[in-house]
């Protein structure tokens, strides 16, 4: 096999360079403390950082960069002022800036701020270094919160909460004020005095973008939570018993018909539901939430994707709130909680714990429709019961020194004559600044409908089946390098997760240079990279064997450019086909508020339909504007073409189109457009095909927020095809809904 030489170079050096690595101690940097002053008066946040109590306040500068520059003196000038007055977190932070005009901030839905000039902070309220809420705004009051895992390094964008920010623009600059509840936060109650881990941060935007802390950033250490430094405070807070009830009332109505020329529209008439969500926070460290007749549609519409030449199942994000809060408790190594399987519940609960290096979580929810993975190495299927089903999920994660931990997975989903269920342990442990290891073990049982097993041709309605996974890695301020070891059984399953491809073993090994210039270069950061794959059935059949390289670089205009190469042979039915691959991606910022993307490829694939080698061009070029401060638009388009020997067999295209009108910080009008079409060949195909096929999905919107859980929603969306049957476009489904929520905290 061609890769593995690369595969025992790349493992060898991974071994040579960690031999000495395995004994070695981290080393706990020494953190910095302060004291966070308490005073009785409140704020009006309005930007204005006129208070008198902002003179009494705790005040830092921001006078570091460490993002490109490592460690370097910041460019321009942040002073912060912090306190707390018993129930909140108040900071004010003042961002000077030598050419206000320069100043980029947009109007946004909610966490869609990174691409602005925005002021924040992060706190770890268990010092633990494992998580911290972070709160972010720009000038003109959009907010971003989330959860960061120090583990994994990952944001969970998901959280939201009810807090305030506001700013104003200056001569000088900007500023921005924050309060914060302490209410929202989870930390250990018991404590006579509070000590957590903090961070201060500005993000300015230029020729590059420039992260600027109080805190140096050691990139030898791969926790970055483990150094930031503290603060001691806030005497004797309680959290409260926080109760929130969201009633909401949703209305729909819904035309649809099968085949638009002989079929009449079907009118659902207006169907009105009454439901409400519910969180109460038991104790600081313990949550509920419950949904009652719950509104689980998917407002935010997916990015189209293109699924010509694929053998395995899209993914698409989970975006409905009552599943993407707290989603972070179920990650682990591998994606065995994907609740985008639960498609249409009627109620759902869920109830999340952490205290004392214990954290638990678990949720239950029924579902009216049961679909789920028939997944093999090669391809999968998806099948589908008459009968609903019920869902349980339950997660336990034990927390160790040095951000390590181990923890347990249990996953059951059950209906008539069906079942299946999932368990098993993981963990992560980091035993040096640079070195983690993390594992996963599960344990499958599933029954199947007999009718199900006559459909696919299933060998019983009865399977067991294990899963393993093991990664390793290194990631210093120079190397980095990583290994990673996968057996999945032929019959595992893991019918809530995202798991398409089980029945084999892969290898894989990576190692990555990294480079660094300061700030004023034509380049900042460079890398360059080899990985190495190999992948054989449990039997010993070989299924892949590539080489992937990469190169990235970083320069002026925020610009980001990749090179990523493949080679090697990949088996499809048995046959051995070549591959070889070359994909250009390019990203920058030409002007403030004009993002410009580029990705194309070109090489020898496989056409899987009809098994045999192809020849494969991609192109996807994406741009994104903001024209002032209140209207966005982003277009992406990808163009996909497989040729064959005899000539072109299809050729594809997307296009997906978003036009926003960002009224205020509450509320938008939002247009969505997503057109497909696809050209066929039909003499190169084996079986019969279409020889076009077009969709066209839209929708409009409007929202108007208060906060996340006090909203309204008034819509309409509609859908048409396009096949050989018809000479143009029809529309199969026409829907107007709407959605009112109103948020009630005793």
Same mark, same amino acid.
């Given at each position: 096999?061609?890769?593995?030489?690369?595969?025992?170079?790349?493992?060898?050096?991974?071994?040579?360079?960690?031999?000495?690595?395995?004994?070695?101690?981290?080393?706990?940097?020494?953190?910095?403390?302060?004291?966070?002053?308490?005073?009785?008066?409140?704020?009006?946040?309005?930007?204005?950082?006129? /208070?008198?109590?902002?003179?009494?306040?705790?005040?830092?500068?921001?006078?570091?960069?460490?993002?490109?520059?490592?460690?370097?003196?910041?460019?321009?000038?942040?002073?912060?002022?912090?306190?707390?007055?018993?129930?909140?977190?108040?900071?004010?932070?003042?961002?000077?800036?030598?050419?206000?005009?320069?100043?980029?901030?947009?109007?946004? !839905?909610?966490?869609?701020?990174?691409?602005?000039?925005?002021?924040?902070?992060?706190?770890?309220?268990?010092?633990?270094?494992?998580?911290?809420?972070?709160?972010?705004?720009?000038?003109?009051?959009?907010?971003? !919160?989330?959860?960061?895992?120090?583990?994994?390094?990952?944001?969970?964008?998901?959280?939201?909460?009810?807090?305030?920010?506001?700013?104003?623009?200056? /001569?000088?600059?900007?500023?921005?004020?924050?309060?914060?509840?302490?209410?929202?936060?989870?930390?250990?109650?018991?404590?006579?005095?509070?000590?957590?881990?903090?961070?201060?941060?500005?993000?300015?935007?230029?020729?590059?973008?420039?992260?600027?802390?109080?805190?140096?950033?050691?990139?030898?250490?791969?926790? #970055?939570?483990?150094?930031?430094?503290?603060?001691? %405070?806030?005497? !004797?807070?309680?959290? %409260?018993?926080?109760?929130?009830?969201?009633?909401?009332?949703?209305?729909? @109505?819904?035309?649809?018909?099968?085949?638009?020329?002989?079929?009449?529209?079907? !009118?659902?008439?207006? $169907?009105?539901?009454?439901?409400?969500?519910?969180?109460?926070?038991?104790?600081?460290?313990?949550?509920?939430?419950?949904?009652?007749?719950?509104?689980?549609?998917?407002?935010?519409?997916?990015?189209?994707?293109?699924?010509?030449?694929?053998?395995?199942?899209?993914?698409?994000?989970?975006?409905?709130?009552?599943?993407?809060?707290?989603?972070?408790?179920?990650?682990?190594?591998?994606?065995?909680?994907?609740?985008?399987?639960?498609?249409?519940?009627?109620?759902?609960?869920?109830?999340?714990?952490?205290?004392?290096? =214990?954290?638990?979580?678990?949720?239950?929810?029924?579902?009216? $429709?049961?679909?789920?993975?028939?997944?093999?190495?090669?391809?999968?299927?998806?099948?589908?019961?008459?009968?609903?089903?019920?869902?349980?999920?339950?997660? *336990?994660?034990?927390?160790?020194? =040095?951000?390590?931990?181990?923890?347990?997975?249990?996953?059951?989903?059950?209906?008539?004559?069906?079942?299946?269920?999932?368990?098993?342990?993981?963990?992560?442990?980091?035993?040096?600044?640079?070195?983690?290891?993390?594992?996963?073990?599960?344990?499958?049982?599933?029954?199947?409908?007999?009718?199900?097993?006559?459909?696919?041709?299933?060998?019983?309605?009865?399977?067991? %089946?294990?899963?393993?996974?093991?990664?390793?890695?290194?990631?210093?301020?120079?190397?980095?390098?990583?290994?990673?070891?996968?057996?999945?059984?032929?019959?595992?399953?893991?019918?809530?997760?995202?798991?398409?491809?089980?029945?084999?073993?892969?290898?894989?090994?990576?190692?990555?240079?990294?480079?660094?210039?300061?700030?004023?270069?034509?380049?900042?950061?460079?890398?360059?990279?080899?990985?190495? &794959?190999?992948?054989?059935?449990?039997?010993?059949?070989?299924?892949?064997?590539?080489?992937?390289?990469?190169?990235?670089?970083?320069?002026?205009?925020?610009?980001?450019?990749?090179?990523?190469?493949?080679?090697?042979?990949?088996?499809?039915?048995?046959?051995?086909?070549?591959?070889?691959?070359?994909?250009?991606?390019?990203?920058?910022?030409?002007?403030?508020?004009?993002?410009?993307?580029?990705?194309?490829?070109?090489?020898?694939?496989?056409?899987?339909?009809?098994?045999?080698?192809?020849?494969?061009?991609? &192109?996807?070029?994406?741009?994104?504007?903001?024209?002032?401060?209140?209207?966005?638009?982003?277009?992406? *388009?990808?163009?996909?073409?497989?040729?064959?020997?005899?000539?072109?067999?299809?050729?594809?295209?997307?296009?997906?189109?978003?036009?926003?009108?960002?009224?205020?910080?509450?509320?938008?009008?939002?247009?969505?457009?997503?057109?497909?079409?696809?050209?066929?060949?039909?003499?190169?195909?084996?079986?019969?095909?279409?020889?076009?096929?077009?969709?066209?999905?839209?929708?409009?919107?409007?929202?108007?927020?208060?906060?996340?859980?006090?909203?309204?929603?008034?819509?309409?969306?509609?859908?048409?095809?396009?096949?050989?049957?018809?000479?143009?476009? @029809?529309?199969?489904? #026409?829907?107007?809904?709407?959605?009112?929520?109103?948020?009630?905290?005793?």
């Amino acid at each position: 096999m061609r890769s593995t030489n690369y595969l025992n170079c790349i493992l060898l050096l991974t071994l040579y360079s960690t031999g000495s690595l395995i004994a070695a101690e981290i080393n706990k940097p020494s953190k910095e403390n302060f004291n966070l002053p308490h005073f009785n008066e409140q704020i009006t946040v309005d930007g204005k950082v006129d /208070e008198a109590v902002w003179k009494k306040a705790a005040q830092f500068e921001l006078n570091i960069e460490t993002a490109p520059g490592e460690n370097t003196k910041a460019p321009v000038r942040t002073t912060v002022y912090m306190y707390e007055d018993g129930e909140n977190l108040n900071l004010a932070f003042i961002a000077y800036d030598p050419d206000p005009s320069k100043i980029v901030a947009h109007y946004h !839905d909610h966490d869609f701020i990174f691409d602005d000039d925005l002021v924040g902070f992060k706190v770890d309220t268990y010092n633990d270094s494992l998580r911290s809420y972070q709160f972010f705004a720009n000038y003109l009051g959009v907010k971003h !919160d989330s959860i960061e895992d120090g583990v994994i390094g990952k944001d969970d964008l998901s959280w939201n909460a009810i807090w305030e920010s506001a700013g104003i623009k200056t /001569e000088q600059g900007y500023q921005v004020e924050f309060s914060v509840p302490l209410s929202i936060l989870r930390f250990n109650d018991s404590l006579d005095v509070q000590k957590w881990g903090f961070d201060l941060l500005r993000f300015y935007p230029r020729g590059v973008r420039h992260r600027i802390s109080m805190n140096k950033v050691d990139r030898n250490i791969s926790c #970055k939570l483990c150094q930031n430094p503290t603060f001691t %405070g806030l005497r !004797d807070i309680k959290t %409260g018993n926080n109760l929130t009830v969201v009633p909401f009332m949703t209305a729909i @109505q819904h035309e649809q018909r099968v085949n638009p020329i002989t079929d009449p529209w079907t !009118d659902s008439g207006v $169907e009105t539901d009454f439901g409400f969500d519910l969180r109460w926070g038991v104790t600081a460290d313990t949550t509920i939430n419950a949904s009652l007749n719950p509104d689980f549609s998917q407002v935010e519409s997916d990015v189209a994707q293109l699924d010509a030449n694929q053998t395995f199942s899209l993914f698409f994000p989970e975006k409905r709130p009552f599943f993407i809060e707290g989603s972070d408790y179920y990650q682990s190594l591998m994606n065995i909680v994907y609740t985008r399987n639960i498609s249409d519940p009627d109620y759902g609960a869920k109830v999340t714990h952490s205290s004392n290096s =214990n954290n638990y979580a678990a949720f239950i929810a029924n579902d009216t $429709e049961t679909n789920y993975f028939l997944p093999g190495h090669s391809s999968s299927n998806i099948a589908s019961l008459t009968t609903g089903s019920n869902n349980a999920v339950f997660r *336990y994660r034990r927390d160790l020194e =040095n951000t390590s931990s181990i923890g347990t997975l249990i996953t059951r989903r059950e209906a008539d004559d069906y079942q299946n269920t999932v368990y098993g342990l993981d963990g992560v442990y980091r035993f040096s600044d640079t070195d983690l290891i993390r594992a996963q073990v599960l344990l499958s049982d599933t029954e199947d409908p007999q009718a199900i097993v006559d459909e696919f041709g299933l060998v019983s309605n009865e399977s067991k %089946g294990s899963a393993l996974d093991f990664f390793y890695r290194h990631q210093g301020r120079n190397w980095a390098y990583w290994g990673r070891y996968t057996q999945i059984d032929q019959e595992f399953r893991a019918d809530l997760g995202f798991l398409p491809r089980v029945g084999y073993k892969k290898y894989l090994a990576g190692v990555a240079r990294y480079w660094y210039q300061e700030s004023g270069n034509w380049w900042n950061e460079m890398s360059l990279g080899l990985v190495a &794959l190999e992948e054989e059935t449990i039997d010993g059949q070989s299924l892949d064997s590539t080489v992937y390289g990469f190169f990235n670089i970083s320069g002026p205009l925020q610009s980001k450019f990749e090179v990523n190469t493949v080679s090697g042979e990949t088996y499809w039915q048995g046959v051995a086909y070549d591959i070889n691959d070359i994909s250009f991606d390019l990203q920058l910022v030409p002007l403030a508020g004009i993002n410009l993307f580029f990705v194309a490829s070109a090489g020898k694939n496989i056409d899987f339909t009809n098994s045999r080698a192809a020849d494969t061009l991609r &192109l996807s070029p994406r741009i994104k504007l903001n024209l002032g401060l209140h209207f966005q638009t982003e277009l992406r *388009y990808t163009k996909l073409i497989l040729d064959v020997e005899g000539g072109e067999l299809f050729n594809s295209t997307l296009v997906d189109a978003r036009l926003i009108y960002q009224f205020s910080v509450q509320s938008f009008l939002r247009l969505v457009v997503q057109y497909s079409d696809t050209e066929r060949n039909q003499s190169l195909y084996l079986d019969p095909v279409d020889a076009k096929s077009k969709n066209l999905a839209t929708q409009l919107l409007y929202s108007y927020k208060i906060n996340q859980q006090t909203v309204f929603f008034l819509g309409y969306s509609d859908s048409s095809f396009e096949d050989d049957s018809f000479n143009q476009l @029809q529309k199969t489904d #026409k829907i107007l809904f709407l959605k009112m929520s109103y948020s009630w905290l005793y």
